[in-house]
């Protein structure tokens, strides 16, 4: 069965840093693009960033780039976001899966940015 897990998340100042690991089972992880999402309070579910199986190459949303840096270790079956430069905007709960993305979703872990 498809599973992810994710873990990193906490209460952080504005433009703090976390680094948040989402652990994944069950596929074939080297066959398939990451993705790291985020639901903000009262919001739907939004892309954060993707990266190809080979690690090479990274995207990002508009209101994370130069901030949010996404990485994957295929030996691990886990991808990592690097979150800098936090802002409360950035408050959600975060979430990994593939692209395109399984049924099965992963707990999420929250994120919290407030002075």
């Known amino acids: 069965q498809v599973q992810f897990v994710e873990s990193g998340g906490g209460l952080v100042q504005p433009g703090g840093s976390l680094r948040l690991s989402c652990a994944t089972s069950g596929f074939t992880f080297i066959s398939y693009f990451m993705k790291w999402y985020r639901q903000a309070p009262g919001k739907e579910r939004e892309f954060v960033a993707r990266?190809?199986?080979?690690?090479?190459?990274?995207s990002y949303a508009d209101s994370v780039k130069d901030r949010f840096a996404i990485s994957r270790d295929n030996g691990q079956n886990t991808v990592y976001l690097q979150m800098n430069s936090l802002k409360p905007e950035d408050t959600a709960v975060y979430y990994c899966n593939t692209d395109p993305p399984n049924k099965n979703w992963g707990p999420g872990t929250e994120v919290t940015v407030s002075s």
């Open positions: 990266i190809s199986e080979s690690g090479f190459r990274t």
